[in-house]
């Protein structure tokens, strides 16, 4: 469903003579004793839990802006479709029709090809590793060059975690079984799968159960335990792949837009900043806390197999993403530095891995 300027601006001015705020974000900078009101749009639907409730989730995120900045700065949060179309956000921030939107670098791939690198890459580094690159490792840095050209800002907000293979209705025993295959998956793990033939769709959330379950598509990717399970994708397949080749960590994006953010007083910029750091960590935690019961229910009482992938799938998978990320690379000048960057800072972080959290998880149980 593409956006239509004409249609939110029409709406904007029929709601805003009904009394709600509706108007452009202010640009004119704000006084410390002002009270700022923006907007947040969601590229996820109502009620989900992490994406836009519960801990450090937008919804939360929202919440302790308002608690911190003494209700100096109040943001309304709008989830997928009450406000904009699920992937309409970044049209929406960077034409300044709302200030914020809450949801996956990736997901404007098309626009940005280099912001793929920003929520997850396929055999990349794992969530410690990231934050590592984008707070202290130059990544913060390089998201905003590259946002700034099409008047944005942008911040970590959120982190899943490492994230399963995905749901399959039929068991995959060799990378033959990949060829022909309709699948939903995002980002760069959808790039990877395509060179070995498979049909990839990018859906919506809460589109993924009934596509799934028609048999319009043979397997979807989605989160992990908990969040796929909400979904009820048990139900349409049961064979549930594990090894998390293609998200080994899924950063979620505070997008801004430039201008209503170069207008705010630096220390609600500060408790922005603040809270969505908050967010990035907290979220991850409560991941952390309640996918491990979740995947005990889908294997004991719903009857699913989990499993890692065979070997020579993953060996292949990895063969195809070094190809994949390095011709990505040579495309686009953008994409060449954050690759450059990422790539650089990998090698530097799993040195130190190797010798810690890896010797640690590797010891006898």
Not at 5 to 18: E, G, H, N, P
Not at 22 to 34: C, D, E
Not at 147 to 157: D, E, Q, R, S
Not at 234 to 249: L, Q, V
Request: net charge negative; hydrophobic share 40%.
């Amino acid at each position: 469903m593409s956006f239509n300027r004409r249609k939110f601006l029409s709406t904007a001015l029929v709601s805003s003579t009904a009394g709600l705020v509706m108007g452009a974000p202010a640009v004119v900078r704000a006084q410390s004793n002002q009270t700022v009101q923006w907007r947040m749009t969601n590229a996820y639907g109502p009620g989900s839990p992490f994406y836009v409730e519960g801990p450090g989730s937008p919804t939360d995120f929202c919440k302790k802006v308002e608690e911190m900045s003494g209700g100096r700065m109040k943001i309304q949060h709008f989830a997928a479709g009450e406000l904009v179309p699920a992937l309409e956000g970044f049209n929406a921030v960077s034409a300044g029709m709302v200030e914020m939107n809450a949801g996956n670098a990736y997901f404007w791939s098309g626009s940005l090809p280099a912001a793929q690198f920003f929520t997850t890459v396929p055999f990349g580094m794992n969530t410690q590793g990231m934050n590592a690159w984008l707070y202290h490792g130059g990544g913060l840095e390089l998201w905003h060059e590259l946002y700034a050209k099409v008047g944005l800002v942008a911040f970590p907000m959120g982190n899943t975690g490492v994230q399963m293979t995905g749901w399959f209705r039929e068991p995959l025993e060799s990378v033959e079984d990949l060829n022909g295959l309709k699948m939903r998956i995002p980002g760069l793990g959808g790039k990877v799968y395509s060179e070995l033939g498979v049909a990839v769709r990018l859906l919506p959330g809460g589109e993924i159960f009934p596509a799934l379950e028609r048999g319009v598509i043979d397997a979807a990717e989605f989160v992990g335990p908990y969040q796929d399970r909400r979904l009820g994708l048990h139900k349409a397949a049961k064979y549930y792949y594990t090894t998390g080749w293609s998200e080994p960590t899924n950063a979620t994006e505070l997008m801004i837009n430039k201008q209503a953010w170069e207008a705010l007083p630096s220390d609600l910029q500060a408790i922005v900043k603040t809270a969505a750091m908050a967010c990035n960590i907290e979220s991850q935690a409560w991941c952390e806390s309640v996918n491990a019961e979740a995947l005990n229910d889908l294997v004991e009482n719903e009857g699913v197999i989990a499993q890692p992938l065979p070997d020579d799938i993953i060996s292949r998978l990895r063969e195809v993403t070094a190809d994949t990320l390095s011709a990505m690379a040579a495309a686009d000048a953008d994409t060449q530095r954050v690759y450059d960057s990422f790539m650089g800072f990998r090698a530097k972080h799993r040195e130190w891995e190797a010798v810690s959290e890896k010797a640690f998880l590797d010891l006898p149980s």
